[in-house]
């Protein structure tokens, strides 16, 4: 699972969700900065 990989703050599904979203939205709209903090 990637939950187990990718050690979140929270580490709450709920926020870790929120947080995938959030980046998604911000490389979509091209975003440097959230592709780096992304890799």
């Known amino acids: 699972k990637?939950?187990?990989r990718?050690?979140?703050p929270t580490g709450k599904p709920s926020?870790?969700?929120?947080?995938l979203t959030r980046y998604y939205i911000l490389i979509k709209r091209g975003e440097s900065n959230?592709?780096?903090?992304?890799i």
């Open 6 to 8: 990718i050690n979140w």
């Open 15 to 19: 926020n870790w969700v929120t947080i």
């Open 34 to 38: 959230a592709g780096r903090f992304w």
């Open 2 to 4: 990637l939950t187990t």
